[in-house]
C-alpha cells in the first residue's frame, strides 16, 4: 500500500471519529434536556397532583386547563393563541420568548414589534411545514379552551439549525390558548 493511501484510511477513520463523537455528544444534550423536562413535570404535578399529562413521541403536553369536546385529530384544524419560549428547566418567563401571537404576552416581555400580527393562528395539524415536530405531537388530542404547556426537547424542535434568537438544539416550551377545532 502506498503512503497516500493510508493517508486516505486516516483522514476517513478521523471523520468517521469525530462524527461519532459529535452525534454521542448531541445525544447526550437531548437526554440532559429530556430529563430537565421531566423534572419540570414532576414538580408541576407535585404542585396539583390532578394536573393531566400527555406524552406523545418525545413531546409532552401539560394540561393547565381543561378544554371541552374531541380532541385534535390527525388532519384537524386548530385555532389557537401561543407563546412560544426558550425552555431552561422551568416556567416560560418573559426574557426566553422567541414568537406569540398575544399581544398581552408581547406586552409584558417587553415586546415592541413595527408590524405585529396578533391574530389566532389557525392551521391543519398535518401540515408538517408550519409546525416543528415537537409542537405537531403536542398539539394532538388538544381540546377547544384547553390552556396548556408543550415541552420538547431540541431533537424535535429546530434541531441544529439557529432560528433568530433560538440557538441551535434548544429545548423549547409553548404555552398555547386553544380556540377552536375543526375536522
Known amino acids: 500500500m502506498g503512503k497516500s493511501f493510508v493517508y486516505v484510511i486516516m483522514a476517513a477513520v478521523a471523520v468517521c471519529c469525530i462524527s461519532s463523537c459529535k452525534e454521542q455528544s448531541l445525544e447526550t444534550t437531548y437526554s440532559s434536556q429530556e430529563d430537565r423536562i421531566d423534572s419540570f413535570i414532576e414538580s408541576l404535578l407535585n404542585q396539583d397532583p390532578d394536573m393531566t399529562v400527555v406524552h406523545n413521541g418525545g413531546s409532552n403536553r401539560i394540561v393547565l386547563q381543561e378544554g371541552s369536546g374531541e380532541g385534535l385529530a390527525a388532519g384537524g384544524t386548530v385555532s389557537f393563541h401561543y407563546a412560544g419560549y426558550i425552555f431552561t428547566g422551568s416556567a416560560p418567563s418573559p426574557g ?16 415592541t414589534l413595527t408590524d405585529p400580527d396578533y391574530s389566532i393562528l389557525k392551521l391543519k395539524l398535518d401540515d408538517d411545514s408550519k409546525l416543528v415536530e415537537g409542537l405537531r405531537k403536542g398539539l394532538l388530542g388538544v381540546k377547544a379552551g384547553e390552556i396548556c404547556y408543550i415541552v420538547f426537547s431540541g431533537k424535535y424542535g429546530f434541531g441544529d439549525e439557529i432560528i433568530g434568537s433560538i440557538p ?16
Open 96 to 111: 426566553n420568548l422567541f414568537a406569540t401571537n398575544r399581544e398581552d404576552t408581547a406586552n409584558e416581555s417587553g415586546w
Open 168 to 183: 441551535a438544539n434548544s429545548a423549547l416550551i409553548y404555552q398555547i390558548w386553544v380556540e377552536s377545532l375543526t375536522d
